[in-house]
């Protein structure tokens, strides 16, 4: 009977002792940034055909599978040119 009653008041203890350890009066406040929308083509390479040209390629050697992707939301219809020789891209 003794080995119960000890049984007993160690668990009566033991949960005593745990229920101190879960409280806090504080609240953690963890600040969200704003969702940052996709990186647009830029104005300077909508500005004729040879500097979409240039930045089409720049971007395809600098492309990465990790990076986000890039927006074309401002691009309705890409520079052309009736007198510009065509360019590699390659």
Wanted: glycine share 8%; hydrophobic share 40%.
């Amino acid at each position: 009977m003794r080995t119960f009653n000890k049984t007993i008041l160690l668990g009566l203890l033991a949960g005593a002792l745990l229920s101190a350890c879960g409280g806090s009066d504080h609240e953690d406040v963890v600040v969200v940034p704003p969702p940052v929308g996709p990186a647009q083509v830029p104005d300077s390479a909508l500005a004729s055909s040879a500097s979409f040209t240039q930045f089409a390629i720049e971007q395809s050697q600098t492309a990465s599978d990790s990076a986000e992707p890039l927006g074309a939301d401002n691009v309705s219809v890409p520079p052309s040119s009736e007198t510009d020789e065509p360019v590699s891209l390659g």
